[in-house]
């Protein structure tokens, strides 16, 4: 079991940056891999990155690729998902989740965390 509690949203305008971070329990965190998936209202739920269990794999969706890295400490128990060159596209509730297979697919992913908005202002 692994829990996740995710910060760093908030109220940018187009262009900005946002740094979001995901902190995970337990001893386990080195063998999860992590991914961001985010939702917009009205929307369906959509992969974002992902990052394999020593961070040495990296997958982005298309949308975000070149604005976003993702990033992982194990010491820390924490992933990163830095957001740069944003866009009102991007405004949704972002999501941190562990998964056992490094997948770019919500159905792979067992633990998520509760949410933050993140909102681009034009």
């Known amino acids: 079991q692994v829990q996740l509690v995710e910060s760093g949203g908030g109220l940018v305008q187009a262009g900005g940056s946002l740094r979001l971070s995901c902190v995970a329990s337990g001893r386990t965190f080195s063998s999860y891999a992590m991914g961001w998936f985010r939702q917009a209202p009205g929307k369906e739920r959509e992969f974002v990155a992902a990052i394999n269990w020593t961070g040495g794999s990296t997958s982005y969706a298309d949308s975000v690729k070149g604005r976003f890295t993702i990033a992982r400490d194990n010491a820390k128990n924490m992933v990163y998902l830095q957001m740069n060159s944003l866009k009102p596209g991007d405004t949704a509730v972002y999501y941190c989740?562990?998964?056992?297979?490094?997948?770019?697919?919500?159905?792979?992913?067992?633990?998520w965390g509760q949410g933050t908005q993140v909102t681009v202002s034009s």
């Open positions: 989740a562990a998964g056992w297979l490094f997948s770019t697919s919500a159905a792979n992913f067992g633990f």
